[in-house]
């Protein structure tokens, strides 16, 4: 799961969407010492306050020994405050710097509160607002920080979780809240954008934890089962590190062209392994 990578590896510019949370903190700051230019869209009054915050977050962000060997020069970090919500932000970063890419969102919910509420749609919001800004401008590959709960490729999926959660009957509740619902419905306004040329990959992990990487996790293809599949779920835990997360969609996001390829399109589970 983890493959070397040298300082002579093709380098991108990722544009990633919700840079302050954890998950893109790890996964930026493993850009940064790949090599890979990283633009972050964060809250802040203004761009320099932005790029001010998230180097304080990230000189704040540890990782765990033995990922991929640094580049010789590390990437450049840029910031932005502009809305996430606006197609117009995403037009414009794509139109103004043709040399973005790569698109990463690990937008979520922040609180029960946001949760349970049928008015805050931040997910299907903000996939609304890029398919906008990219048709304005052009398509560029999109990793998506999803969540569990779907079975089935995206826009044929159904709430599910995977059979080895329990207690299940419980859990399955959880699928129906609002912000669930509109994390899933995110998934169908991307397949459709498919259709017109997006090339996209959603990722969707098991129960995360602040775990170290322990590089030691499994993932399936749009659909799970206990005993069938790439990674049978009888040797599966129901966790996994965001860190482990943030390396894997980096993998995936910079693998050569045709490995790329296999992946757009589908929604990865992804696991610790037992």
């Given at each position: 799961?983890?493959?070397?990578?040298?300082?002579?590896?093709?380098?991108?510019?990722?544009?990633?969407?919700?840079?302050?949370?954890?998950?893109?903190?790890?996964?930026?700051?493993?850009?940064?010492?790949?090599?890979?230019?990283?633009?972050?869209?964060?809250?802040?009054?203004?761009?320099?306050?932005?790029?001010?915050?998230?180097?304080?977050?990230?000189?704040?962000?540890?990782?765990?020994?033995?990922?991929?060997?640094?580049?010789?020069?590390?990437?450049?970090?840029?910031?932005?405050?502009?809305?996430?919500?606006?197609?117009?932000?995403?037009?414009?970063?794509?139109?103004?710097?043709?040399?973005?890419?790569?698109?990463?969102?690990?937008?979520?919910?922040?609180?029960?509160?946001?949760?349970?509420?049928?008015?805050?749609?931040?997910?299907?919001?903000?996939?609304?607002?890029?398919?906008?800004?990219?048709?304005?401008?052009?398509?560029?590959?999109?990793?998506?920080?999803?969540?569990?709960?779907?079975?089935?490729?995206?826009?044929?999926?159904?709430?599910?979780?995977?059979?080895?959660?329990?207690?299940?009957?419980?859990?399955?509740?959880?699928?129906?809240?609002?912000?669930?619902?509109?994390?899933?419905?995110?998934?169908?306004?991307?397949?459709?954008?498919?259709?017109?040329?997006?090339?996209?990959?959603?990722?969707?992990?098991?129960?995360?934890?602040?775990?170290?990487?322990?590089?030691?996790?499994?993932?399936?293809?749009?659909?799970?089962?206990?005993?069938?599949?790439?990674?049978?779920?009888?040797?599966?835990?129901?966790?996994?590190?965001?860190?482990?997360?943030?390396?894997?969609?980096?993998?995936v996001a910079t693998l050569p062209d045709h490995e790329r390829a296999q992946w757009f399109g589908r929604g990865v589970y992804l696991v610790d392994r037992k």
């Open positions: 799961m983890n493959p070397e990578v040298t300082s002579q590896a093709p380098k991108h510019h990722f544009l990633v969407i919700a840079a302050a949370s954890r998950g893109a903190r790890l996964f930026i700051k493993k850009a940064l010492r790949q090599g890979h230019c990283v633009t972050a869209l964060c809250r802040a009054v203004d761009d320099e306050a932005a790029l001010a915050r998230m180097q304080k977050l990230l000189a704040q962000t540890s990782l765990t020994k033995g990922e991929v060997a640094p580049a010789d020069v590390p990437g450049e970090l840029r910031a932005s405050c502009l809305n996430i919500l606006e197609a117009q932000t995403y037009e414009r970063f794509l139109t103004s710097d043709a040399s973005i890419d790569r698109v990463s969102c690990f937008v979520g919910v922040t609180g029960f509160r946001q949760m349970m509420s049928r008015s805050v749609m931040v997910y299907t919001q903000t996939i609304r607002a890029l398919i906008q800004g990219m048709r304005a401008s052009h398509w560029v590959e999109f990793f998506y920080h999803g969540s569990s709960g779907l079975e089935g490729p995206p826009g044929e999926s159904r709430p599910q979780l995977p059979a080895n959660f329990s207690p299940k009957w419980l859990l399955d509740l959880g699928l129906k809240v609002p912000a669930a619902q509109d994390c899933f419905e995110s998934e169908s306004l991307l397949a459709a954008a498919a259709v017109d040329g997006l090339k996209f990959t959603v990722f969707r992990p098991a129960w995360l934890t602040t775990a170290c990487a322990n590089r030691n996790y499994g993932y399936c293809f749009d659909t799970t089962s206990m005993d069938d599949g790439a990674f049978p779920l009888r040797d599966a835990k129901t966790t996994i590190g965001r860190e482990d997360v943030a390396e894997e969609i980096l993998r």
